[in-house]
T-cell receptor, first 114, second 112 residues
């Protein structure tokens, strides 16, 4: 099992450019999440999905869109990148709604917007 | 709303010292509690968890006890190693929620 993988690992964008971050999991998990991590702020939830074809907003959804067309993939899109979106982005997945089930995290994507 | 508060870092210790990282939470019910660890350049990994009051989670020499009366889940280790240098995140999740709520993280640096 590869677990949770993210593509790409690093990216530099100019302001106004667009890009898509790909998250893939091979654990047949229902729930998937996108977080951003900024210094001193921990992880903040951007969007999440509770199953194929579903998406929902998290704490900081503005400027991002997501899609979950296949159960194993969760895409995060930036339509018009801004310097405030410079961050490290983590994807995570979880099996079910049972108490105590953990989230599994990908290795992260470091994005710089200039 | 529900929240997690962790002690500010960085925490700098010598090898074999005793570690405590404080974590307290605010929640309207009885959450599950987690400690995640992030090594440099990597994603987060679950370190330990507890799902009900008085449960003790343990892994790799780390322990944390779910204290309902003090709404705390402090992380402890009796003798830290250089390889424990990382950022540690406390988190909670309510049964009714799909989401983890994270603290801001505490950086631990262990010197030889």
């Amino acid at each position: 099992n590869a677990g949770v993988t993210q593509t790409p690992k690093f990216r530099v964008l100019k302001t106004g450019q667009s890009m898509t971050l790909l998250c893939a999991q091979d654990m047949n998990h229902e729930y998937m999440y996108w977080y951003r991590q900024d210094p001193g702020m921990g992880l903040r939830l951007i969007h999440y999905s509770v199953g194929e074809g579903t998406t929902a907003k998290g704490e900081v959804p503005d400027g991002y869109n997501v899609s979950r067309l296949k159960k194993q993939n969760f895409l995060l899109g930036l339509e018009s990148a801004a310097p405030s979106q410079t961050s490290v982005y983590f994807c995570a997945s979880r099996a079910t709604s049972g108490r105590g089930y953990e989230q599994y995290f990908g290795p992260g994507t470091r994005l710089t917007v200039t | 709303g529900d929240s997690v508060t962790q002690m500010e870092g960085p925490v700098t210790l010598s090898e074999e010292a005793f570690l405590t990282i404080n974590c307290t939470y605010t929640a309207t019910g009885y959450p599950s509690l987690f400690w995640y660890v992030q090594y440099p350049g990597e994603g987060l990994q679950l370190l330990l968890k507890a799902t009900k009051a008085d449960d003790k989670g343990s892994n790799k020499g780390f322990e944390a006890t779910y204290r309902k009366e003090t709404t705390s889940f402090h992380l402890e280790k009796g003798s830290v190693q250089v390889s424990d240098s990382a950022v540690y995140f406390c988190a909670l999740r309510m049964d009714s929620s799909y989401k983890l709520i994270f603290g801001s993280g505490t950086r631990l640096l262990v010197r030889p």
